[in-house]
């Protein structure tokens, strides 16, 4: 018989760009990506520590494919920083799909970082820009309030919630991501890509109904 998650004082729940584009009929959908929500929402009820994250893009952002002419959304370009996805126009600033889903349900949450609002840098790490240095100062706020274990949900497994939980390690915390409570965009084999890689950090992956 499976025990119940019961996190501890000094465990943290990062829910990450739980938002309408990232949604079913949002921008950037991600395929059943709102079967998250309840799932999330019974999650926090056993923290007292939870993160939230939003994506917020200024209008114009460098990763929107509408920035560069004659480019489409999925198709990858290098920038100062590397290699940068376009996506289609989302989480856009003070528009309704950057808004969090209506029926995500966290009163006690503690922080709400954004994340994404630098014009010429994508973020998808709630830690690091994708520059790789410049810091969003989440490990700081973390560090000092003494918590040390990261447990990660949200959208999409592949991409925000996997560089999450990379810097997460490489910044010293413990990582755990709750894969029943993520959802994937699956580009061209991420998914697994990001499990393999997940794997090879000794980020565990578990089910929200498994004990830690």
């Not at 989440?138 to 000092?144: D, K, S």
Request: net charge negative; hydrophobic share 40%; with cysteine.
């Amino acid at each position: 018989m499976q025990a119940s998650l019961t996190p501890n004082d000094d465990d943290v729940l990062l829910v990450v760009d739980v938002q309408n584009d990232f949604c079913p009929g949002g921008a950037l959908a991600v395929p059943r990506g709102d079967e998250v929500v309840p799932v999330i929402n019974n999650l926090a009820e056993r923290f007292k520590h939870v993160v939230l994250t939003q994506d917020w893009h200024p209008a114009g952002h460098a990763s929107f494919a509408s920035s560069h002419p004659g480019r489409n959304p999925m198709e990858t370009i290098t920038v100062a920083y590397g290699d940068q996805v376009l996506w289609p126009d989302h989480c856009v600033q003070e528009r309704a799909g950057a808004e969090f889903h209506r029926d995500l349900s966290i009163p006690h949450a503690e922080l709400i970082l954004r994340k994404g609002y630098n014009h010429d840098i994508d973020s998808y790490s709630a830690f690091f820009e994708n520059d790789r240095r410049t810091a969003t100062g989440l490990a700081g706020y973390l560090h000092e309030r003494g918590l040390a274990r990261v447990f990660l949900a949200g959208l999409a497994f592949d991409f925000c919630v996997r560089f999450s939980a990379e810097d997460a390690v490489n910044a010293g915390f413990s990582a755990i991501v709750l894969e029943d409570a993520c959802r994937a965009i699956d580009l061209d084999g991420s998914a697994d890509a990001t499990r393999a890689g997940l794997e090879a950090l000794g980020v565990r992956r578990l089910e929200t109904s498994k004990a830690i």
